[in-house]
C-alpha cells in the first residue's frame, strides 16, 4: 500500500533563506511523486512532477525537489522564499496508471519578513 | 476558459437538508474525481470515474451520490446534510487514473448550520 508522510506540519522561514519542505513515501513499484501549491482559497496546483528519467526535477516559481530511491524521499526546496510563497504544500504519490493518487498530510509554509 | 470548473462556490444550508456540487472540465480527461478538504487541510479522496464508470468509491456514507452523465462532467449529490458535511469539496481531473497530475477545481466551501 502506498503512504506519504510530511514531516512537519508548519514549516516558517525569513525571506530569503532557504524553503526545505519534507516528503517521505512507501511505494511497492517505482512510483510517480507530485508537489502541489494550494493558496488561501484556491484548489491546488501542481508545482513540480517526477516520473522516469532526472531525479532533479525543476518546477515552477523556483520549486525543485530530488527524488531518492534509497530514502524514500522526495522533499522541495527552494533557495531563497519570497513572501509569495506562503501557502500549503502536498507531497503526493501514484504508483502509475490504473491507481489512485495519494496525499500527504500538507505543510503550512509561513514566510517572515 | 477554467480548466475544472465547479459550482457553486460557496454553500450554507441547514442540517437535513439535500444539496449538489457540478462539475466540469473541458480538459478531455477520462478521470474525474471528488476529494473533501476538512478543517485540518487534510485531503480525503471520496470517489474516482473513469469514462463515467466508478473505479473508487472510499469509505464515504452513502447520503454521498456522485454522478458522472459523460466523462467532462461529476456531480455530486449529498443527502440529509450533517454538521460534519462541512468541508470544502474539490473536484479533479485526470487524463487517466494515477497518471500524469491532477488538475483541480477551485473548490466548494459546504457550511451545514
Known amino acids: 500500500a502506498q503512504s506519504v508522510t510530511q514531516l512537519g506540519s508548519h514549516v516558517s522561514v525569513s525571506e530569503g533563506a532557504l524553503v526545505l519542505l519534507r516528503c517521505n513515501y512507501s511505494s511497492s513499484v517505482p512510483p510517480y511523486l507530485f508537489w502541489y501549491v494550494q493558496y488561501p482559497n484556491q484548489g491546488l496546483q501542481l508545482l513540480l512532477k517526477?516520473?522516469?528519467?532526472?531525479?532533479l526535477v525543476k518546477g515552477i516559481n523556483g520549486f525543485e525537489a530530488e527524488f531518492k530511491k534509497s530514502e524514500t524521499s522526495f522533499h522541495l526546496t527552494k533557495p531563497s522564499a519570497h513572501m509569495s510563497d506562503a501557502a500549503e504544500y502536498f507531497c503526493a504519490v501514484s504508483e502509475g496508471t490504473g491507481n489512485q493518487f495519494y496525499f500527504g498530510t500538507g505543510t503550512s509554509l509561513t514566510v517572515i519578513p | 476558459d477554467t480548466a475544472v470548473s465547479q459550482t457553486p462556490k460557496y454553500l450554507v444550508t441547514q442540517m437535513g437538508n439535500d444539496k449538489s456540487i457540478k462539475c466540469e472540465q473541458n480538459l478531455g480527461h477520462d478521470t474525474m474525481y471528488w476529494y473533501k478538504q476538512d478543517s485540518k487541510k487534510f485531503l480525503k479522496i471520496m470517489f474516482s470515474y473513469n469514462n463515467k464508470e466508478l473505479i473508487i468509491n472510499e469509505t464515504v456514507p452513502n447520503r454521498f451520490s456522485p454522478k458522472s452523465p459523460d466523462k467532462a462532467h461529476l456531480n455530486l449529490h449529498i443527502n440529509s446534510l450533517e454538521l460534519g458535511d462541512s468541508a470544502v469539496y474539490f473536484c479533479a481531473s485526470s487524463l487517466a487514473p494515477g497518471t500524469g497530475e491532477l488538475f483541480f477545481g477551485e473548490g466548494s466551501r459546504l457550511t451545514v448550520l
Open positions: 517526477y516520473t522516469t528519467g532526472a531525479t
